[in-house]
T-cell receptor, first 111, second 116 residues
Framework: EDQVTQSPEALRLQEGESSSLNCSYTVSGLRGLFWYRQDPGKGPEFLFTLYSAGEEKEKERLKATLTKKESFLHITAPKPEDSATYLC????????????FGKGTRLSVIA | DAGVIQSPRHEVTEMGQEVTLRCKPI?????LFWYRQTMMRGLELLIY????????DSGMPEDRFSAKMPNASFSTLKIQPSEPRDSAVYFC??????????????FGEGSWLTVV
């Protein structure tokens, strides 16, 4: 069974304090690993897709990396507007199979 | 460009009542997914459709839950009878087959259900 574990569950940072969120996964035949951002009262919003170990993607203060067992979402010099829940998901197998999500990391950035 | 549209946004109902949640996917998308989100279990897939046909409903928790997709622009998720443990946020999402795949999965704003 495909599994995704995210840590920590919650993270509180001071503005400008860089850190990383972890996503560990167990999946047979990884097709892609996805990061989403979810604001309170909203649906998840797509951030990145990573397909193979060693791949990196960047968007503003966020950088996602992928190894064979885990992915990291690095947040550099975060701002209060980066506060949200960050969800990791994996897609396995063939065809357009549904994503399997982790429970997320709730990030709070304090000014 | 309209995204995935869900209704109602919020619903409070009494135990035993029937609840119907509605979803309009993005025009042209051929996959539709229903997810449920709770603090304890996170986002869980309930059922998904391809070209209006249910592909996998193994995530539907009980016979009290049913989903239909009568056409490409409309889907419903029904709970009958509802129970307090069904309280959650229900998300509908749609996607279009292609490469890459994951970034074409779009979520609605969710339907917040409270069963008292």
């Amino acid at each position: 069974e495909d599994q995704v574990t995210q840590s920590p569950e919650a993270l509180r940072l001071q503005e400008g304090e860089s850190s990383s969120l972890n996503c560990s996964y167990t999946v047979s035949g990884l097709r892609g690993l996805f990061w989403y951002r979810q604001d309170p009262g909203k649906g998840p919003e797509f951030l990145f897709t990573l397909y193979s170990a060693g791949e990196e993607k960047e968007k503003e203060r966020l950088k996602a990396t992928l190894t064979k067992k885990e992915s990291f979402l690095h947040i550099t010099a975060p701002k209060p507007e980066d506060s949200a829940t960050y969800l990791c998901a994996v897609q396995a197998g063939s065809g357009n199979t549904p994503l399997v999500f982790g429970k997320g990391t709730r990030l709070s950035v304090i000014a | 460009d309209a995204g995935v549209i869900q209704s109602p946004r919020h619903e409070v109902t009494e135990m035993g009542q029937e609840v119907t949640l509605r979803c309009k996917p993005i025009s042209g998308h051929d996959y539709l997914f229903w997810y449920r989100q709770t603090m304890m279990r996170g986002l869980e897939l309930l059922i998904y459709f391809n070209n209006n046909v249910p592909i996998d409903d193994s995530g539907m928790p009980e016979d009290r839950f049913s989903a239909k997709m009568p056409n490409a622009s409309f889907s419903t998720l029904k709970i009958q009878p509802s129970e307090p443990r069904d309280s959650a946020v229900y998300f509908c999402a749609s996607s279009l087959v292609g490469r890459p795949l994951g970034n074409t999965i779009y979520f609605g704003e969710g339907s917040w259900l409270t069963v008292v």
